[in-house]
């Protein structure tokens, strides 16, 4: 399973140290936030959303457990 956030940086073909300079957050820490184990601030979020115009919410990056889906599922 992957969070929305690490979702939408692949699909948009961004590497992490691509999103974590452009938004100027540490490349560790925004690894963890992809990876779900560390959760963030609303600026940070902020930022984040808006590098992405916006196709991903704050929402989904400060709650990505409510959005992932099993690979399972139908």
């Known amino acids: ?3 929305p956030l ?3 940086r692949v699909e948009k ?8 300079a452009a938004t100027q957050i540490d490349v560790g820490n ?9 959760i963030t601030s609303l600026e940070t979020a902020e930022k984040l959303a808006k590098f ?3 196709e991903i919410s704050e929402m989904q990056i400060l709650y990505p457990q409510r959005y ?5 599922a139908a």
Not at 30 to 38: A, F, K, N, P, Y
Request: charged letters at 30%; a positive charge; aromatic letters at 6%.
């Open 52 to 54: 992405f115009k916006q």
């Open 68 to 72: 992932m889906k099993a690979d399972n």
């Open 13 to 20: 073909g961004f590497t992490i140290s691509d999103v974590a």
């Open 1 to 3: 399973m992957q969070t």
């Open 6 to 8: 690490r979702k939408m």
């Open 30 to 38: 925004l690894s963890r936030i992809e990876r779900g184990i560390q």
